[in-house]
């Protein structure tokens, strides 16, 4: 999506684009609400020729219209890759940095976010994290604890359960100038799209659980991850392991 055509989608109010976002009337019968899809094949004209849609993992016309839901939500966001949970989201984030790479957390991070940085990305992909209180530590202190092969800080503002908040823009400023350059991430979960939009301060991924705020009804289990315009690379490559994995709604 354009970063032109993110400005115009976010003249609409909030409420507005709740509402309408992803739920266009349908193209066969103009119903208002749309259908559900529970194929899990599509038609193929010939090999790679069809409408969109070859296979339910790898698309789906409500995921689709979830997805440009959340993207318009999330202030800044271009586009939204949807999960099967919260902790497949991290989980795939995570395996996106490759092998042997450093991040930087939040210390009192989602005891299910520190139980797979340290148990599972640790174990399988060598991954080392470095726990900072992002509310209190200095700048200084920040900045010595990116390394060189530092790919990633990890933001939850207000943290689960102790509810510290982080100051985003310091957090992005410091790493966005910082030689490594690492990507920031703010688990958005507990503030929700409505009382923060972390991608407007800077930061390069938002995640969320969509089993708490968003959805707020304590009958669905679903995560999701929101890029910017500017990050159309990172937002490939996450769509592409959404498929590949296949850890989706």
């Given at each position: 999506m354009s970063?032109?055509?993110?400005?115009?989608?976010?003249?609409?109010?909030?409420?507005?684009?709740?509402?309408?976002?992803?739920?266009?009337?349908?193209?066969?019968?103009?119903?208002?609400?749309?259908?559900?899809?529970?194929?899990?094949?599509?038609?193929q004209d010939a090999v790679g020729v069809h409408k969109g849609y070859e296979y339910g993992r790898s698309g789906n016309?409500?995921?689709?219209?979830?997805?440009?839901?959340?993207?318009?939500?999330?202030?800044?966001?271009?586009?939204?890759?949807?999960?099967?949970?919260?902790?497949?989201?991290?989980?795939t984030i995570l395996?996106?940095?490759?092998?042997?790479?450093?991040?930087?957390?939040?210390?009192?991070?989602?005891?299910?976010?520190?139980?797979?940085?340290?148990?599972?990305?640790?174990?399988?992909?060598?991954?080392?994290?470095?726990?900072?209180?992002?509310?209190?530590?200095?700048?200084?202190?920040?900045?010595?604890?990116?390394?060189e092969n530092t790919k990633l800080i990890w933001v939850e503002s207000p943290t689960n359960p102790t509810l510290k908040l982080i100051d985003i823009k310091r957090i992005t400023d410091i790493a966005h100038t910082h030689a490594s350059a690492p990507l920031v991430l703010v688990d958005n979960t507990f503030l929700s799209p409505y009382w923060s939009s972390p991608l407007l301060n800077g930061a390069d991924i938002v995640m969320h659980s969509l089993t708490k705020y968003i959805n707020g009804h304590s009958d669905v289990i679903m995560g999701a991850a929101i890029v910017p315009p500017h990050r159309s690379e990172l937002s490939d490559k996450l769509r592409f392991l959404q498929n590949a994995i296949g850890a989706v709604p």
């Open positions: 970063p032109a055509l993110v400005a115009r989608r976010e003249e609409k109010g909030f409420s507005t684009r709740a509402v309408h976002v992803g739920s266009e009337p349908d193209a066969a019968t103009n119903a208002v609400i749309q259908p559900l899809s529970l194929s899990t094949t599509f038609k016309p409500n995921r689709d219209s979830l997805e440009r839901l959340l993207a318009s939500l999330e202030a800044g966001g271009a586009e939204a890759i949807a999960f099967s949970s919260g902790s497949a989201a991290t989980a395996q996106s940095l490759g092998p042997n790479s450093h991040i930087v957390s939040v210390s009192d991070v989602y005891g299910g976010t520190f139980r797979y940085m340290t148990r599972v990305a640790a174990a399988n992909q060598g991954l080392e994290t470095t726990f900072v209180d992002l509310e209190n530590a200095s700048e200084e202190d920040i900045a010595a604890a990116i390394r």
